[in-house]
T-cell receptor
Framework: GAVVSQHPSWVICKSGTSVKIECRSL??????MFWYRQFPKQSLMLMAT?????????EQGVEKDKFLINHASLTLSTLTVTSAHPEDSSFYIC????????????FGPGTRLTVT | GENVEQHPSTLSVQEGDSAVIKCTYS??????FPWYKQELGKRPQLIID?????GEKKDQRIAVTLNKTAKHFSLHITETQPEDSAVYFC??????????????FGTGTRLQVFP
């Protein structure tokens, strides 16, 4: 159990357009989902924490108007990169914690975004 | 906020040798310390974790030690195999303002095991 999926697995978009990435917990309810960004050969940087039914909490330096996060249900969170630019090209990974379970985060397979 | 430092950034060992990766954290309130293995283009995989009420944990060839006083924790891999080659990340968990635990990752160690 504890499977997290992401869609799409990769996407190429033009500069100025918006892209939506979905993160789903397939076999458990996730009260909290996290969104990370990982540049090549770098670590995972937490962008925001998303709780079902409430506004996301963004990390310092992450523009909330650019990276829109919606967590409408216990199994789905979405990240929309608005007005994407080439510098937004990165590997975006979500994770989820099981409702009632402590600490362990289950990671999605990631979405590679390339902005041309 | 929490800061996690990880050393070394790269580590090359001969097959069969041991590998040790070290991390330090800054926030004494952190109480959960997982280690992840990440292969290129893949998701991080949890390989072992330790909680602050335990000093050491072992799972076959992998062990983790925690020194809360010094705020150090280390990953030990014995009898390394070529398939252990990957990037390893340590992380520390702190209770965020929202009440939700969040992970702060170290900078990663690229481990290469040569046959």
């Amino acid at each position: 159990g504890a499977v997290v999926s992401q869609h799409p697995s990769w996407v190429i978009c033009k500069s100025g357009t918006s892209v939506k990435i979905e993160c789903r917990s397939l076999d458990f309810q996730a009260t909290t989902m996290f969104w990370y960004r990982q540049f090549p050969k770098q670590s995972l940087m937490l962008m925001a924490t998303s709780n079902e039914g409430s506004k996301a909490t963004y990390e310092q330096g992450v523009e909330k108007d650019k990276f829109l996060i919606n967590h409408a249900s216990l199994t789905l969170s979405t990240l929309t990169v608005t007005s994407a630019h080439p510098e937004d090209s990165s590997f975006y990974i979500c994770s989820a914690t099981r409702a009632g379970g402590p600490h362990e985060q289950y990671f999605g397979p990631g979405t590679r975004l390339t902005v041309t | 906020g929490e800061n996690v430092e990880q050393h070394p950034s790269t580590l090359s060992v001969q097959e069969g040798d041991s590998a040790v990766i070290k991390c330090t954290y800054s926030d004494s309130a952190s109480n959960y310390f997982p280690w992840y293995k990440q292969e290129l283009g893949k998701r991080p995989q949890l390989i072992i974790d330790i909680r602050s009420n335990v000093g050491e944990k072992k799972d076959q060839r992998i062990a983790v030690t925690l020194n809360k006083t010094a705020k150090h924790f280390s990953l030990h891999i014995t009898e390394t195999q070529p398939e252990d080659s990957a990037v390893y990340f340590c992380a520390a968990s702190m209770l965020a303002v929202s009440g939700t635990d969040k992970l702060i990752f170290g900078t990663g160690t690229r481990l290469q095991v040569f046959p």
